[in-house]
């Protein structure tokens, strides 16, 4: 196709709207129109890039025996109160009621319907293990849309779904991802990408890792060692303290006034601040008891 045919304007000015390098080359080159706060209009180019992407992705998948379905975007919510998700999930979670009254939800993760699924049709031991997975539309009601596509509300999201019948192998699964994650992004020529041990979130599970753009814009901050191959998100990064040792002696009470710090506790009672405990109480989200750290 001849550029004088190709739909979208392209401009030299910076748009005002545009929040971040990426945003403005999106909008000058025709890539990206805005439709309302975190919702975007995808042009023919961003649309050809996309397929693009959405390519490598399947062949990685592929390759690791993923098998692709697609999951409708409109979902039950009786789904997602069997999980438990419909009331533990903020107002991320769009809600809404069909016309028979009954509670729906917009898929923005897709564990409830790849649960059904597998329950419905792999009936048998001799089912497992399998992997599906989909590349759909995702809607989060993100209430800081920005930077153009770096943070959105409706999204193209590839997701996948393993099912095991033991812990083993399902850790040697995860390790088959793991690695494919590391050729789509290589292919893909992301090279500042890396990947950090996370939180799993929403999600749940015990081991979670995720695929950073190390950037100086970004808002995470990572745990990253020169000696070792440590990696992490500081949110569950983990480290060594010294222990103190110290001798028993008799339990008292002891008077600190004005003292509201550990730094202030030690050196009034002249001890070092590794001797020393605080206690802190917080409320946490969905629990009805305070929690003491």
């Not at 000015?13 to 706060?37: C, D, F, M, W």
């Not at 890039?49 to 697609?70: C, F, S, Y």
Request: hydrophobic share 35%.
């Amino acid at each position: 196709m001849l550029m004088s045919k190709l739909l979208g304007e392209r401009f030299k000015e910076k748009p005002s709207e545009a929040t971040s390098i990426s945003h403005v080359y999106l909008l000058r080159g025709g890539y990206v129109r805005q439709v309302t706060n975190g919702i975007y209009t995808l042009l023919p180019p961003a649309k050809r890039v996309a397929a693009k992407i959405e390519n490598i992705i399947r062949e990685e998948m592929d390759a690791i025996d993923g098998q692709e379905v697609l999951f409708p975007v409109a979902l039950p919510g009786d789904l997602w109160k069997e999980s438990g998700r419909f009331e533990a999930v903020g107002s991320e979670l769009v809600r809404f009621k069909d016309r028979g009254n009954k509670d729906m939800v917009l898929g923005m993760t897709h564990e409830e319907a790849a649960v059904h699924l597998a329950r419905s049709e792999a009936k048998s031991y001799a089912d497992y293990p399998f992997m599906i997975y989909q590349i759909q539309t995702k809607f989060r009601d993100e209430p800081r849309a920005r930077g153009g596509l770096i943070r959105v509300r409706e999204f193209t999201m590839k997701d996948a779904y393993s099912f095991h019948t033991t812990q083993e192998d399902l850790e040697q699964y995860y390790d088959k991802c793991y690695e494919a994650y590391h050729r789509i992004y290589a292919r893909a020529g992301v090279p500042e990408v890396i990947s950090v041990q996370s939180d799993t979130g929403m999600m749940g599970g015990k081991v979670a890792h995720e695929f950073m753009l190390l950037t100086d814009i970004g808002e995470d901050t990572l745990v990253i060692c020169d000696s070792c191959d440590y990696q992490s998100n500081m949110e569950v990064a983990k480290g060594k303290l010294t222990v103190a040792t110290t001798t028993e002696s008799e339990i008292k009470e002891v008077e600190t006034p004005n003292t509201k710090s550990i730094e202030d506790v030690a050196s009034l009672l002249g001890v070092p601040t590794t001797h020393t405990l605080k206690a802190c109480v917080f409320a946490a989200e969905g629990q009805e008891k305070p929690v003491i750290v």
